[in-house]
């Protein structure tokens, strides 16, 4: 009796093991990438730096191959690429998240209506960083599948 009770727990066990082990593989193999679109529009150093470590965090964890990440800055967020101008530490990680691949969006109607110099005023931007409208932006982001987060 004792030799048929263990045979069916053995039985059971690595039936529960090898399912465990299928669907563990399935679930890494149909992974799609990440869309994700951060949202920053405080001049607040805390809720700034806060955001860039949670960026980091999350690219720690998901993995930089496995994520599409944008950050959009319109309204006061712009301070972070302003502070950045002048702050080497902010550069760094400003600069490191940007090797991870992450795109760090400007609102042009914000440098606009705040008579922002993006060469002289703001880190590390290009013409290609600045878009119309940074909510425009978001909203067509989460049109095409980005999700939305607000550190």
């Known amino acids: 009796?004792?030799?048929?009770?263990?045979r069916?727990?053995?039985f059971a066990f690595v039936t529960f093991l090898g399912h465990g082990v299928v669907a563990g593989a399935t679930h890494a193999e149909s992974r799609e990438k990440q869309k994700v679109v951060y949202?920053?529009?405080v001049d607040d150093g805390k809720v700034l730096n806060t955001a860039l470590k949670t960026i980091q965090n999350h690219l720690n964890v998901v993995g930089v191959g496995n994520?599409?990440?944008r950050v959009v800055l319109h309204g006061d967020?712009?301070?972070?690429?302003q502070?950045?101008?002048?702050?080497?530490?902010?550069q760094d990680k400003v600069k490191n998240l940007k090797h991870q691949g992450v795109h760090?969006?400007?609102c042009n109607s914000t440098l606009a209506s705040r008579k922002i110099d993006f060469k002289r005023d703001l880190y590390d931007v290009t013409?290609?960083?600045?878009?119309p409208s940074g909510v425009a932006e978001i909203a067509r982001l989460q049109s095409q599948g980005f999700s939305y987060i607000r550190p």
């Open 8 to 10: 069916i727990f053995l």
């Open 127 to 131: 013409e290609e960083d600045i878009v």
């Open 39 to 41: 949202h920053v529009n």
């Open 77 to 81: 967020g712009i301070a972070l690429l």
């Open 104 to 106: 760090f969006i400007v």
């Open 83 to 90: 502070l950045a101008n002048s702050d080497p530490t902010l």
């Open 67 to 69: 994520l599409d990440l």
């Open 1 to 6: 009796m004792m030799f048929l009770v263990k």
